[in-house]
């Protein structure tokens, strides 16, 4: 038979902030969940999917904007998801990161229920590593306009990159408004 007593078994150092950043994040999620923050995120994630080109509620200038004659259905589409990364992007800089994955969660889980052909086309497609792309640009607003034109087959037609950075300028700004009106606890 074979003596192992002297085989030392090595155990990696537990840190203390292991555990208490599991706590603070622990302690978030049920300070989010106590005073509605939770609930205000799914709602608002909820509220956000039914984003699109004919939206009702949307910003007259963004509807002025695609009622152009050259804009046709496939462009309506990547419209669609750029309003959808606009929203996802603005959710992430206006909330905190708990509650912006809640929100974003509740919308995407909305666009598989409501729009399933939508959402599939948006995730199996590259369009939203382009304008996450963009986002790193010094000009967002004239990359993810140029990353637009691009998606559209329409790469260097300025019409479609002001199109592109209307849109997703003036669905940030939409969506900015409609955090707002959720009045999320500090």
């Keep these: 038979m074979h003596d192992d007593s002297d085989v030392k078994i090595f155990k990696a150092p537990t840190a203390d902030n292991d555990t208490s950043d599991l706590f603070a994040v622990a302690e978030e ?28 509620d949307l910003i007259n200038e963004l509807t002025e904007a695609l009622d152009a004659e050259w804009i046709k259905p496939e462009i309506k589409i990547q419209c669609r998801l750029l309003m959808v990364f606009s929203a996802e992007y603005t959710l992430l ?4 990161p708990i509650l912006a994955t809640a929100a974003n969660e509740s919308l ?5 229920k ?23 640009q010094r000009d967002v607003i004239k990359a993810v306009g140029d990353n637009f034109a691009m998606l559209c087959n329409a790469k260097g037609n300025e019409t479609a990159a002001k199109l592109g950075s209307d849109v997703f300028f003036l669905t940030c700004k939409h969506v900015v408004g409609v955090v707002e009106k959720y009045g999320f606890e500090k």
């Design 29 to 56: 999620i049920k300070r989010n969940i106590l005073n509605g923050n939770s609930a205000k995120a799914k709602a608002l994630g909820k509220e956000l999917a039914s984003l699109s080109p004919e939206s009702e």
């Design 93 to 96: 800089s206006e909330l905190k």
């Design 108 to 112: 995407y889980n909305g666009l598989k």
């Design 114 to 136: 409501d729009a399933p052909e939508f959402y599939e086309s948006i995730s199996n497609g590259a369009a939203m590593s382009f304008y996450y792309m963009a986002v790193k």
